[in-house]
């Protein structure tokens, strides 16, 4: 059976290159700068959507003696590079229409342009949406950067297709490139808050205060059976997250109960938290 991330990885793949090769005809047809920044972002979605599956596919190899705790991490370091890529995109698009304000040239054949941005908007909005989702099923960041892309093409298509309305209505060619900035702009911001995410996990940055309470919560409910727990420490690792402590029993308790109890309590974390690998140290109360 095939992976859901590899099936929705590939689904993305196939769709940025019918896109891109529509939105290059048609702007290149049309002159619009709008429509061309949307081919050249298509590009980088390309590269995004071939890391994202790249990454995916390095992210479901097993641990090995250099990485005892796996790759999961690859997302997050491809998930970087993607974020840069948005940025470098969106600073050519905003460069192209500053000359395109200043040149004042004009595009034509609006009927076209709209037509085509308009079947852009919906393909991307219906893509990201299906890459959005298995992203959460499977805790794929990777997935989510390339989710992430596709949505500013979103947003940023419907800027453009709203662009080349009011043209049509109005006759006003210097809307091309100011919409062009702006899609540039919001481009930049969903760069930069890519990267913010995908970084947390590059540096071992803690659980999430509610899957911390999860965690305290199940320890509380068998408390009778041990004395205390400490040194509880907890760090985000991609798919996979991990969590360690040390838990003191009673001097005479056998060493099979306190194994079976430590085995039990990770068993218990795990059910509600099942991204998270846990690891208990058993130690005698001092």
């Known amino acids: 059976m095939v992976d859901r991330r590899l099936r929705a990885s590939s689904t993305a793949i196939v769709t940025v290159l019918l896109m891109f090769t529509l939105k290059l005809g048609v702007g290149l047809t049309t002159q619009s700068i ?15 959507s071939l890391l994202a599956l790249y990454a995916v596919r390095r992210s479901m190899e097993p641990p090995d003696e250099k990485h005892p705790y796996g790759h999961s991490k690859m997302e997050n370091l491809i998930s970087v ?10 600073a050519a698009v ?5 000359s395109r304000l200043i040149g004042g040239e004009e595009p034509a ?23 959005f989702r298995t992203a959460r099923l499977e805790r794929s960041i990777a997935l989510e950067a390339d989710a992430t892309h ?10 453009v297709l709203i662009g ?13 490139p100011i919409i062009a900035l702006l899609m540039a702009a919001y481009t930049v911001f969903s760069g930069v808050r890519l990267i913010m995410k995908a970084s947390a996990d590059l540096l071992d940055e803690n659980i999430l205060p509610e899957e911390e309470r999860i965690v305290r919560e ?7 059976e041990y004395r205390q727990f400490h040194a509880l420490r907890a760090r985000r690792g991609g798919a996979k997250n991990y969590l360690e402590l040390h838990l003191a029993v009673e001097g005479g308790m056998r060493v099979d109960d306190a194994h079976d109890l430590a085995e039990h309590l990770e068993e218990e974390i795990r059910k509600r938290l099942p991204h998270l690998q846990v690891i208990i140290h058993l130690e005698p109360e001092k």
Do not use: C, K, W
Request: overall charge negative; hydrophobic content about 65%.
């Open 34 to 48: 709008g429509i061309i920044s949307q081919a050249v972002d298509s590009v980088t979605d390309l590269m995004a």
């Open 218 to 224: 199940v320890l509380g409910e068998h408390s009778p």
């Open 81 to 90: 590079i993607v974020g840069l890529i948005i940025i470098l995109a969106a």
């Open 164 to 176: 080349l309305v009011i043209m049509f209505l109005t006759g006003l060619t210097m809307i091309d």
């Open 109 to 131: 054949m609006l009927e076209l342009g709209i037509a085509v941005m308009a079947v852009a908007v919906a393909v991307n909005l219906a893509v990201s949406s299906y890459l």
């Open 150 to 159: 596709l949505r500013t093409d979103v947003v940023s298509n419907a800027g």
């Open 94 to 98: 905003a460069r192209e229409a500053v």
